[in-house]
Every structure is written in C-alpha cells, then in structure tokens.
C-alpha cells in the first residue's frame, strides 16, 4: 500500500499487506480509497453508474482490528475546488465592501 505523497482517486481496491501501529497513517491510507473520481466507468460524468461511489479494502494484517475501527456506510461528497472557494470569498470579501461603503439614511 502505498501510503505517503500519493493521490489516486482511481483506487478502488486498497490492500493492507503490513501492519500499520499509527492511526494517523492508518487512516491517511483509508483516505486513499474516498477519493472521488468522476467518469472513471465511463466518459459520462453526469451518469453515477460511471462515477467511483465506493470502495474495498483488503486487509491482510489486522489493521482495521488493530485499531478497533467499524466502517459505517458514508456517503461521499465532492469538496469544492480550490478555484470556487476562492472565488466564494472574494465575493465575500466584495459584499463586505459594499456594505461598509452604502450611505446611511
């Protein structure tokens, strides 16, 4: 498992094949597999059946009884791109502005 200074959101197979002793890199690796990744079935990113909604792992060593962790079903969701969040607060930041520079009545 590759587990420090990757991002492949085409991983949907996760394989545990050594012990893991620290819970921060355990579920750094777990991140690995709740990457999103559209259109990885197909080239229709509208269409879910061609969207990564889910993944295994297969561990090997224990990991997850090691650290006593239960998977719940989670839905995943699409964080916003670095791009629209910047944008979201510049906009923020101009009604802010525009609302100190509106006269009082």
């Known amino acids: ?3 420090t200074g990757v991002d492949v959101p085409e991983a949907v197979n996760l ?3 050594k012990p893991v002793f620290s819970k921060t890199k355990f ?4 991140g690995r597999g709740t990457r999103l990744r559209p259109a990885l079935f197909g080239p229709d990113e509208t269409n879910l059946d061609h969207a990564k909604q889910n ?3 297969f ?3 224990g990991n997850i009884d090691f650290f ?6 989670v839905e995943a969701r699409q964080a916003p791109a670095l ?3 910047l944008l979201g607060l510049q906009l923020d930041l101009l009604r802010r502005l525009d609302r100190r520079q509106q006269p009082a009545c």
């Open 59 to 61: 561990d090997f060593c």
């Open 27 to 30: 579920w750094q690796m777990i």
């Open 15 to 17: 394989v545990f094949a």
């Open 68 to 73: 006593n962790s239960e998977f719940a079903d």
């Open 83 to 85: 791009s629209e969040r």
């Open 55 to 57: 993944f295994r792992v």
């Open 1 to 3: 498992m590759l587990d």
